[in-house]
């Protein structure tokens, strides 16, 4: 158990539907990273924050936001869903930005667009 | 942009045989590059970090080189059991300036046979 919880594990909603997606992070952990992996794709960085603010952008719809709350939650929210966004979407979380060490991943939630 | 490429071909071993997966990278030599291994379906799990000035780290019945030269990293695990198989990933940080975004390796799967 990495101590990083994701809600839910699977969902099925369809598209044009808008869904969100919640990370609770390791007790301690300051930064958040969520990732997106496609079957057979690689995992694909989205987005960081640390302490609440924003520190790193990657490859992120506009469909796509996120947010970290002062408590240190974080949400994933994906609007105007389409097929090609069914994936598994990881958070992950560091004690601080960019430390050099390990990422804790959760286990992710599945999301299924029909 | 940098970019990681790990063998994407199925390796498949004897077991107690030594496993020797590659991670080579494009531009820049990162300040530390981290190995995880992902199960299907879960969330990728810390293995090992190694630093540019590190030539080589162990732990267990893993080793992991950095050859700045080659912008390559060399994953081993000796003794291998059918436990291991799993993929394999590499990550670094996607710039040298240090941006946070963690990027990814499509990752190698091993198949250790009994």
């Known amino acids: 158990d990495s101590g990083v919880t994701q809600t839910p594990k699977h969902l099925i909603t369809a598209t044009g539907q808008r869904v969100t997606l919640r990370c609770s992070p390791r007790s301690g952990d300051l930064s958040v990273y969520w990732y997106q992996q496609s079957l057979d794709q690689g995992l694909q960085f989205l987005i960081q924050?640390?302490?609440?603010?924003?520190?790193a952008k990657g490859n992120i719809l506009e469909r796509f936001s996120a947010q970290q709350f002062p408590d240190l939650h974080s949400e994933l929210n994906l609007s105007s869903l389409e097929l090609g966004d069914s994936a598994l979407y990881f958070c992950a979380s560091s004690v601080q930005a960019g430390a050099t060490g390990e990422l804790f991943f959760g286990e992710g939630s599945r999301l299924t667009v029909l | 942009s940098q970019k990681i490429e790990q063998n994407s071909e199925a390796l498949n071993i004897q077991e107690g045989k030594t496993a020797t997966l590659t991670c080579n990278y494009t531009n820049y030599s990162p300040a530390y590059l981290q190995w995880y291994r992902q199960d299907p379906g879960r969330g990728p799990v810390f293995l090992l970090l190694?630093?540019?000035?590190?030539k080589e780290k162990r732990k267990e019945r893993l080793k992991v080189t950095f050859d700045t030269t080659l912008k390559q990293s060399l994953f081993h695990i000796t003794a291998s059991q059918p436990a291991d198989s799993a993929t394999y990933l590499c990550a670094l940080d996607e710039s040298p300036s240090g941006t946070y975004k963690y990027i990814f390796g499509t990752g190698t799967r091993l198949k250790v046979l009994a």
């Open positions: 924050y640390y302490n609440g603010e924003e520190r």
């Open positions: 190694i630093r540019e000035n590190e």
